[in-house]
């Protein structure tokens, strides 16, 4: 698979549906106080919603543990400054990379050191394989994540209290309660373009987090809220990877199946964690 150098080019498009399933009551919270509680879960005009930035989220520090674990240098943890438990490559962490890399093209044209530092982002050392794939302040993402739908919800509100630390029961006056949203299931979307091997090696990755042992949702994880797994049976893809594959959507104005996208990640997969 091609290495595509930047977002001028379409090669390929992967539209991903699936299911997850709550084993447990979920609390994403509106980040307001309402009438009913102290803490809505948050909400649209047409009922409760889990917001797609709070699963990529999620999904984003997945692929870094995950990545920090595998090593060679493949992947930094967001928003932490250049430590040996990092990224000593990855120009969102690492500021002192940058600055030297602009030092060293100081003296070349404006384009000419555009040129040079889109390269070194796309195709260079400059980004790890989870900033290429999710972006970062210098990058746009590849990965799109859509908002998540409940199926038949609803809603209860649960009592907590403040603990003391020295005798570990409730202290008084410290009551407070929350809303706690159940459903059957959630409408799973994602998106991605112009994906090359790394990219779909960590969405395989990620698609076998979320189906075991699956991932956690949302706040009062502590309490057991929040646990997902993504529905054990073939993920509908439907895109493109090809132009005639380009050229039959536009034909017939729909996305068409892709049915060798699960063998597509499993080779990626394997030959990013090297398995012959």
């Known amino acids: 698979m091609s290495e595509v150098l930047g977002f001028l080019k379409l090669e390929n498009r992967y539209l991903i549906k699936g299911v997850l399933v709550p084993e447990t009551g979920l609390h994403i919270?509106?980040?307001?106080?309402?009438?009913?509680?102290?803490?809505?879960?948050?909400?649209?005009?047409?009922?409760?919603?889990?917001?797609?930035?709070?699963?990529?989220g999620v999904?984003?520090?997945?692929?870094?543990?995950?990545?920090?674990?595998?090593?060679?240098?493949?992947?930094c943890v967001l928003f932490t400054k250049q430590t040996d438990a990092t990224h000593s490559t990855c120009f969102t962490v690492n500021d002192k990379l940058m600055k030297t890399f602009h030092e060293s093209i100081a003296t070349r044209e404006r384009n000419e050191r555009e040129r040079l530092l889109h390269e070194k982002l796309l195709r260079g050392d400059g980004l790890c394989d989870i900033c290429r794939l999710f972006g970062s302040p210098l990058l746009a993402s590849k990965?799109?994540?859509?908002?998540?739908?409940?199926?038949?919800?609803?809603?209860?509100?649960?009592?907590?209290?403040?603990?003391?630390?020295?005798?570990?029961?409730?202290r008084e006056h410290i009551k407070y309660d929350f809303e706690v949203l159940y459903c059957e299931k959630l409408?799973?979307?994602?998106?991605?373009?112009?994906?090359?091997?790394?990219?779909?090696?960590?969405?395989?990755?990620?698609?076998?987090?979320?189906?075991?042992?699956?991932?956690?949702?949302?706040?009062?994880?502590?309490?057991?809220?929040?646990?997902?797994?993504?529905?054990?049976?073939?993920?509908?893809?439907?895109?493109?990877?090809?132009?005639?594959?380009?050229?039959?959507?536009?034909?017939?104005?729909?996305?068409?199946?892709?049915?060798?996208?699960?063998?597509?990640?499993?080779s990626?997969?394997?030959?990013?964690?090297?398995?012959n």
């Open 143 to 170: 990965l799109k994540i859509g908002d998540l739908r409940p199926i038949n919800p609803k809603t209860i509100v649960r009592d907590g209290v403040g603990i003391d630390r020295d005798t570990e029961t409730a």
């Open 29 to 56: 919270g509106s980040g307001q106080t309402g009438d009913r509680t102290d803490a809505p879960v948050f909400q649209d005009g047409k009922g409760p919603l889990v917001p797609g930035s709070s699963l990529r």
């Open 268 to 275: 990626a997969l394997r030959n990013y964690l090297e398995v």
């Open 187 to 266: 409408e799973f979307r994602a998106e991605i373009e112009n994906a090359t091997g790394t990219d779909l090696a960590l969405l395989g990755i990620l698609l076998r987090e979320m189906k075991s042992p699956g991932i956690d949702l949302g706040g009062k994880k502590s309490r057991g809220l929040g646990r997902c797994c993504l529905q054990d049976h073939p993920l509908d893809v439907t895109g493109f990877d090809t132009p005639a594959g380009l050229r039959q959507f536009f034909l017939k104005g729909v996305p068409l199946p892709v049915p060798d996208f699960h063998q597509k990640v499993e």
């Open 59 to 75: 999904l984003r520090s997945t692929a870094e543990k995950i990545l920090q674990s595998l090593g060679d240098n493949r992947g």
